[in-house]
T-cell receptor, first 114, second 118 residues
Framework: AQKVTQAQTEISVVEKEDVTLDCVYETRDTTYYLFWYKQPPSGELVFLIRRNSFDEQNEISGRYSWNFQKSTSSFNFTITASQVVDSAVYFC???????????FGAGTRLFVKA | DTGVSQDPRHKITKRGQNVTFRCDPI?????LYWYRQTLGQGPEFLTY????????KSRLLSNRFSAERPKGSFSTLEIQRTEQGDSAMYLC????????????????FGEGSWLTVV
């Protein structure tokens, strides 16, 4: 069975602080994709990143960076110098390469205070 | 690209009434999904279409729920005899054929349709 765990339900930081959102996953498949989505108050889930299980290179995109560690089944997301506009719920997700059912974690609600 | 669009965005209905939601996927995407999201939870898979064929239905989808994608383009999700437990956001998503390009297996969501059953 596949499972995604986001242990942090809510995180509150002050603007300009760095924050890391944790994601741990379980799967028996050897090939899979991992994702992060952002859900602002408007409700739409916005795709942020896709990571292939073959590629453990960390990725940086502006203030966002992702740390994929297959050995610990983790795919953590760091926001550097957080801004108020980063306030949202963030979801980590998993799908196996041959599948179509993307499994989501319960999400982490991030509050960034000015 | 035009994104995934859903209609209506909000629906309030009385218990026992039928409701229908429509989804227009990204035009070149042949895969379409419906998910349901309740407060404080992540999206839960409901059903999946490849072109016009419905290939998978979750056990969450009781026989009061039916989804169609008649011409492999837009899709509808109907809930008959609504119950208060059906109150949730219904999300539609689409994706291209798996493994193609850098977006394969990535699902793109619409803004969702909020359902409140009173």
């Amino acid at each position: 069975a596949q499972k995604v765990t986001q242990a942090q339900t809510e995180i509150s930081v002050v603007e300009k602080e760095d924050v890391t959102l944790d994601c741990v996953y379980e799967t028996r498949d050897t090939t899979y994709y991992l994702f992060w989505y952002k859900q602002p108050p408007s409700g739409e889930l916005v795709f942020l990143i896709r990571r292939n299980s073959f590629d453990e290179q960390n990725e940086i995109s502006g203030r966002y960076s992702w740390n994929f560690q297959k050995s610990t089944s983790s795919f953590n997301f760091t926001i550097t110098a957080s801004q108020v506009v980063d306030s949202a719920v963030y979801f980590c997700a998993l799908v196996n390469t041959g599948g179509f059912k993307t499994i989501f974690g319960a999400g982490t609600r991030l509050f960034v205070k000015a | 690209d035009t994104g995934v669009s859903q209609d209506p965005r909000h629906k309030i209905t009385k218990r026992g009434q039928n409701v229908t939601f429509r989804c227009d996927p990204i035009s070149e995407h042949n895969r379409l999904y419906w998910y349901r999201q309740t407060l404080g939870q992540g999206p839960e898979f409901l059903t999946y279409f490849q072109n016009e064929a419905q290939l998978e239905k979750s056990r969450l989808l009781s026989n009061r729920f039916s989804a169609e994608r008649p011409k492999g383009s837009f899709s509808t999700l109907e809930i008959q005899r609504t119950e208060q437990g059906d109150s949730a956001m219904y999300l539609c998503a689409s994706s291209s054929e798996q493994g193609l390009g850098r977006t394969g297996n990535t699902i793109y969501f619409g803004e969702g349709s909020w359902l409140t059953v009173v």
